[in-house]
């Protein structure tokens, strides 16, 4: 449980609940820097920074109606957001990187042995860089279906 809320705090809460620009802006201005400096220490890339902060601000406003202040201080949950949107971002690298190497160690690029579905799924995640949630929500399957979708594609493009 949170102790009693400054009245900045409090000010920034109401902003992120009402969804104003202007709120946004001030939300950014006061926790950019310092969420900067922790993806900056997570990814040791400042370019890859910029883009983990970016996004987390972008998945701080979508789900910005499910920040509960009575569990938890707006300021471990946004950090807890660049957190997650940093690991996302890393497992959606290391699907391509090792979707890549699979391919161009096959010497296959023409998909025609995959299925419409599996085309679809690797199509999504290596060409497009979606995550396997991201692909899983699109088409409403479990992550785990997807995944094995394109264990399946890729198996059909080793052999």
């Known amino acids: 449980m949170p102790g009693i809320l400054t009245e900045i705090e409090q000010t920034l809460i109401n902003g992120l609940r009402s969804g104003k620009d202007e709120d946004f802006d001030q939300l950014y201005q006061v926790y950019s820097p310092v969420l ?14 910029k883009t983990i902060l970016q996004r987390t601000f972008i998945y701080i406003w979508k789900n910005r109606l499910s920040y509960d202040p009575s569990k938890e201080r707006l300021f471990a949950w946004m ?4 957190r997650l ?8 690298k290391d699907v391509s990187a090792s979707l890549r190497f699979i391919i161009q160690q096959s010497g296959v690029v023409d998909k025609s042995e995959c299925d419409n579905h599996q085309k679809w799924v690797l199509e999504s995640v290596y060409y497009n860089g979606h995550s396997t949630a991201d692909v899983a929500h699109k088409i409403n399957l479990e992550e785990d279906e997807v995944r094995f979708m ?3 594609a890729i198996l059909k493009l080793n052999h």
């Open 36 to 49: 900067m400096g922790i993806a900056n220490k997570m990814v040791d890339n400042y370019e890859e920074a």
């Open 79 to 82: 950090v807890k957001s660049l």
């Open 85 to 92: 949107v940093a690991l996302q971002a890393d497992h959606t």
């Open 150 to 152: 394109l264990k399946q």
